[in-house]
């Protein structure tokens, strides 16, 4: 199936630094999505953009949804060993009057080290 | 309040066997979709439902079927078995069909054939 390009793979940071991620398609989207998951969990939403252009923050994370409807980037200030995780970004096709299910990115693996 | 509740948590079957996934979606929501995760990958989408009724469907073979039942509770089928269908089955809701709302995902099923 279908799936965004999402990068990097994977990040090993050190507790305290900033970190980038994101996520691009050759589709435009009408709605993009960034989710957390933990081993054994499922995907938590972290943030949901709506609208082209839209800057949307959410403690110290903060994600754009970009003006080209193909891509959107999240970013981590000041990280913490709890952020250690697999970020998922996903996207709804701008087709399917509104029935598709989202288009999940392959994720990025964060890994802090102390 | 109860998220979305699946079960069971984890499950072994053997090829060829039939399998059922249950869905317990947030009380309120009306809309569930289903998702394939394959290890180290991205949720794949496979089915939506909403009001009962099939809204969507991802890029599965027919062995896969799901139902919506009138409390908005859903359940997975998966008929003859192969070993590429182990992977975790996510389950999540959302409040609205067209899914401008984000989903809320459930803990998953994992699924073993062998």
């Known amino acids: 199936g279908q799936q965004l390009n999402q990068s990097p793979q994977s990040m090993f940071i050190q507790e305290g630094e900033d970190v980038s991620m994101n996520c691009t398609s050759s589709?435009?989207?009408?709605?993009w999505l960034w989710y957390k998951q933990e081993p054994g969990e499922g995907p938590v939403l972290l943030i949901a953009l709506y609208k082209a252009g839209e800057l949307t923050s959410n403690g110290r994370l903060t994600a754009q949804f970009g003006i080209t409807r193909k891509d959107s980037f999240l970013n981590i200030s000041a990280s913490i060993p709890s952020d250690v995780g697999i970020y998922f970004c996903a996207g709804r096709p701008t087709s399917g009057g509104g029935a598709d299910g989202l288009t999940f990115g392959k994720g990025t693996h964060l890994i802090i080290q102390p | 309040d109860a998220g979305v509740t699946q079960s069971p948590t984890h499950l072994i079957k053997t090829r060829g066997q039939q399998v059922t996934l249950r869905c317990s979606p947030i009380s309120g929501h009306k809309s569930v979709s289903w998702y394939q995760q394959v290890l180290g990958q991205g949720p794949q989408f496979i089915f939506q439902?909403?009001?009962?009724?099939?809204?969507g469907r991802g890029n599965f073979p027919d062995r896969f079927s799901a139902r919506q039942f009138p409390n908005y509770s859903s359940e997975l089928n998966v008929n003859a078995l192969l070993l590429g269908d182990s992977a975790l089955y996510l389950c999540?809701?959302?409040?609205?069909?067209?899914?401008?709302?984000?989903?809320?995902f459930g803990s998953g099923t994992r699924l073993t054939v062998v």
């Open positions: 999540a809701s959302s409040l609205v069909g067209n899914q401008n709302y984000g989903y809320t």
């Open positions: 589709s435009i989207f009408n709605t």
């Open positions: 439902y909403y009001e009962k009724e099939e809204r």
